[in-house]
């Protein structure tokens, strides 16, 4: 046998290769399931289903980053703040987010109010008239208050720059649209997520 | 004894000073998208004829406005008037020194009525008042 041959078989895997078969095999794996699996069991029957999943999703999303961005925004309201570039990318993060989960919502708002008596909103209007009468109508805006708010604190944030951090005024009104864009989520999300728990779309 | 603070920051430092006007378009035009909303879902809430108006706002331009009804036109409004707002007020100020602390309060007091007037028992009385009912 010769010493070359022996060479040859003695080469130890890439690093890459290795990952390029994980890769493959777990890509393989999520394309099967994703053409076969029954995903309206799972989400549920209703025609609202998808839209409803990617709105949620997308809320809890920005919940997930707006809860990191309220902790960096008291840091910054207390004059503490040291991750300043986190906290920029998070606000622009949470923007985008509540931007997409507003457009999601949008979409499956047509499920909401689609008139038809198994709609959410007629059987609610039906039935316990104070859950879309008071609750929903006041989700409706309130989710869309977090959007200017958002916008307004990244927007300052990249403008102002490291200026914020001396400049306390501007400190105290980048931690107040933080705050407030919060509250106003938290408000929407719990809404949404109590309406889902009673009548699916 | 200073403590040296490091400070990661995103993008690169500004070198001029930035003016308080800047931070103040930037709030009142929030402010103004938020009440343009509160305002216009009051008005459609007391006229049916405004209700339609703005329904077919939304339907201009919004995908699916027909099923979204008239939401999508109180959604197109407050963005008109925010990012209008935010154009004008930024030329307008973007040079000025201005308080940004009176901002703040006055923006916080605006933010405060618009959250009130979103809230249904509110703006269906005021509905009722206005429509003279």
């Known amino acids: 046998m010769s010493v070359l041959h022996e060479n ?13 078969v994980v890769a493959i095999m777990i890509g393989s794996a999520l394309a099967f399931t994703l053409a076969t699996a029954p995903f309206t069991k799972l989400l549920g029957a209703g025609a609202g289903a998808v839209p409803a999943a990617l709105h949620g999703m997308t809320a809890f999303l920005y919940l997930f980053v707006g809860t990191i961005g309220l902790y960096l925004g ?3 309201l207390t004059g503490r703040i040291r991750a300043f570039a986190d906290l920029q990318l998070l606000a622009t993060v949470a923007a985008t987010f509540s931007f997409l989960a507003i457009c999601f919502g949008n979409w499956l708002y047509i499920y909401y109010r689609a008139p038809v008596p198994d709609s959410p ?13 008071i609750f929903f109508e006041f989700k409706e805006f309130t ?7 958002m916008v307004c604190a990244a927007f300052l944030l990249t403008k102002y720059g490291t200026q914020v951090l001396e400049r306390p005024w501007l400190r105290y009104t980048i931690a107040a649209l933080i705050g407030l864009a919060f509250f106003y989520l938290v408000v929407a999300f719990g809404l949404g997520a109590a309406v889902t728990k009673l009548k699916p779309a | 004894m200073n403590e040296r603070r490091d400070v990661e920051v995103i993008g690169r430092p500004a070198r001029e000073w930035v003016p308080g006007g800047v931070a103040a378009a930037a709030l009142a035009s ?13 008005f459609t809430a007391a006229f049916a004829g405004f209700n339609a108006w703005v329904h077919w706002v939304g339907k201009l331009w919004m995908p699916g406005a027909d ?16 990012l209008g707002s935010w154009a004008v007020l930024h030329l ?9 602390s009176r901002c703040l309060i006055v923006f916080l007091i605006g933010v405060g009525i618009a959250t009130t007037l979103v809230w249904p028992p509110v703006f269906e009385h005021l509905a009722e008042l206005i429509a003279g009912h």
């Open chain 1, 8 to 20: 040859h078989e003695m080469r130890e895997a890439s690093p890459r290769s290795l990952i390029a």
């Open chain 1, 74 to 76: 008291w840091r910054l």
């Open chain 1, 121 to 133: 909103r007629s059987y609610f209007v039906k039935n316990v008239p104070p859950v879309h009468k």
């Open chain 1, 143 to 149: 989710g869309l208050f977090t959007l200017p708010l």
């Open chain 2, 30 to 42: 929030a402010m103004f998208g938020m009440l343009t909303l509160a305002v216009v879902n009051l």
């Open chain 2, 67 to 82: 099923g979204i009804g008239p939401y999508s036109g109180k959604e197109t409004l407050a963005l008109i008037a925010w």
């Open chain 2, 92 to 100: 307008a100020f973007r040079k000025k020194d201005m308080k940004i």
